[in-house]
C-alpha cells in the first residue's frame, strides 16, 4: 500500500513539474550545436513578430517568415561561435549596444514598443545583440576577404540542429517541413 502511494505521488509530482515547465516555457525547441533554445526564447520572437503583423498589416508570408525566424536562431549561434573561436571579446557585442542605446534610447524603446509589443531588454535580447555580433563577425571576416553571407551559406551545412515540437526538420543546412 505504501508502495503505491508513494509511486502515485512520484506520478502527480513529476506531472506538476512538467505543468509549470510547460507553462514557464522552460523547455527546449531547438538545439543547435549542443547549445539550447529556450521555448520562452523563440516564442518571445514569436510574439513580437505576431504584433508586428497586427501593427503594421503588412501582407508577410508567415510560415516563410518562422521558418527565417527559426534560421536567425542557427545564425546567431553560429556567429557566436565563430567569435569565441577567434577569440573575440564576448562583452563587445554588449558595448555596441549600450553605445547604441545611450544615443538612441528613449526612441527606440518607443519604436520597439509600438512594433513589436517588446521592452529593450527583449529588443536588445532578440535583434541588437544578434545584429551586433554578426556586424563584428562581418568586420573580421572583411579583413580577411571573407564576405559574411558567403561564410554562412558554408557553416550552415555544418550545424548540427535539432528541433523539438516545431513543424520543421534539418537536413543537409536547410529547414524543411516533417
Do not use: C, H
Not at 527559426?70 to 555596441?96: C, H, M, P, Q, Y
Request: hydrophobic share 45%; proline share 3%.
Amino acid at each position: 500500500m505504501k508502495r503505491l502511494f508513494y509511486v502515485s505521488a512520484s506520478i502527480l509530482i513529476l506531472f506538476f513539474i512538467l505543468f509549470l515547465a510547460s507553462s514557464a516555457r522552460l523547455y527546449p525547441v531547438l538545439k543547435i550545436n549542443n547549445n539550447f533554445i529556450w521555448a520562452s526564447d523563440y516564442y518571445g520572437r514569436v510574439s513580437g513578430f505576431e504584433y508586428y503583423l497586427q501593427t503594421t498589416s503588412e501582407p508577410i508570408d508567415e510560415k516563410e517568415a518562422i521558418r527565417g525566424l527559426i534560421l536567425s536562431f542557427v545564425a546567431d549561434n553560429l556567429t557566436k561561435n565563430e567569435l569565441l573561436r577567434r577569440g573575440v571579446d564576448s562583452g563587445e557585442a554588449e558595448k555596441r549596444v549600450a553605445n547604441a542605446l545611450l544615443v538612441g534610447g528613449k526612441s527606440l524603446e518607443k519604436a520597439s514598443a509600438s512594433l513589436y509589443g517588446w521592452n529593450i531588454e527583449a529588443l536588445k535580447k532578440f535583434s541588437l545583440l544578434p545584429q551586433a555580433r554578426q556586424d563584428i563577425l562581418t568586420e573580421v571576416l572583411q579583413k580577411e576577404g571573407v564576405d559574411f553571407d558567403e561564410w554562412l551559406l558554408l557553416e550552415l551545412p555544418k550545424a548540427d540542429v535539432k528541433i523539438y515540437f516545431l513543424p520543421y526538420k534539418w537536413e543537409n543546412g536547410k529547414l524543411v517541413d516533417k
